[in-house]
């Protein structure tokens, strides 16, 4: 996995001021979580119905909270909101993966799944490339953000070519591994033989927390429960089995 360029802190776009305000200007986190998606069953089929619009929380509406501040505390305390801002919205829209914005800017400078996130239209301000990437990095050095290794994964070739495509860790891989762990002793599952398919998209998981996950990242998680000893991974790339212990 190839480890993103360092990047030194930068201003945010030529257009947007540097104003300096104290930790105690940025207003609390919202105390308002995200929400999820949710699924109604029609016909013995499930279909999932459209998330309401994600809440921001009050900060992103704050314009100093775009600009890069140059007080040490304050910077720390702009980083974890961005964090914790990050990681809601990754949850609410289920996103694995995010792109950081392009350093050119422009209208269309952040990908489509991010355009909202780093983009608030009402006030006219942006996180900047560099801003996002520090972000991230803050969240990696947290465990909740990798970047995508070169080559791999949805989007790839055209997203990451520059370390731009991330890993968001609203879940870790060792949480995922939690959770399927849990499900095998909650359905009695031990000895059973499942495809990964099946683990993500199967009957049998229905209703799961991971049923739906992004398949590079289930597959980090299950990885977390063959070095246990708790599962064998077997079978081809494309049409791999695992089987619980």
Avoid: C
């Amino acid at each position: 996995m190839q480890n993103p360029p360092s990047t030194s802190a930068s201003s945010l776009a030529a257009a947007t001021p540097t104003t300096s305000v104290s930790p105690s200007s940025f207003p609390p986190p919202s105390s308002t979580g995200p929400h999820t998606t949710t699924a109604n069953a029609a016909a013995g089929t499930a279909t999932a119905a459209a998330p309401p619009p994600f809440e921001f929380p009050r900060e992103y509406h704050f314009p100093p909270f775009f600009t890069r501040q140059p007080n040490a505390t304050t910077r720390h305390s702009q980083l974890e909101k961005w964090s914790a801002l990050v990681l809601s919205y990754a949850r609410h829209r289920r996103l694995y993966r995010i792109s950081l914005p392009s350093a050119a800017g422009g209208s269309s400078s952040s990908p489509a799944d991010t355009e909202e996130l780093f983009h608030n239209r009402r006030l006219g301000r942006r996180l900047g490339a560099a801003d996002a990437r520090e972000v991230l990095e803050h969240m990696r050095r947290e465990g909740r953000a990798e970047p995508v290794a070169h080559g791999h994964g949805h989007g790839a070739d055209a997203g990451d070519a520059d370390g731009g495509l991330w890993w968001v860790y609203w879940k870790t891989p060792d949480e995922w591994a939690a959770e399927v762990e849990a499900w095998v002793e909650d359905t009695a599952q031990r000895g059973v033989v499942f495809t990964l398919y099946e683990l993500t998209e199967g009957e049998d998981t229905r209703g799961a927390s991971f049923h739906g996950l992004d398949p590079e990242l289930l597959q980090k998680a299950l990885q977390v429960l063959v070095k246990r000893g708790k599962a064998q991974i077997f079978g081809q790339e494309d049409q791999r089995g695992i089987k619980f212990f």
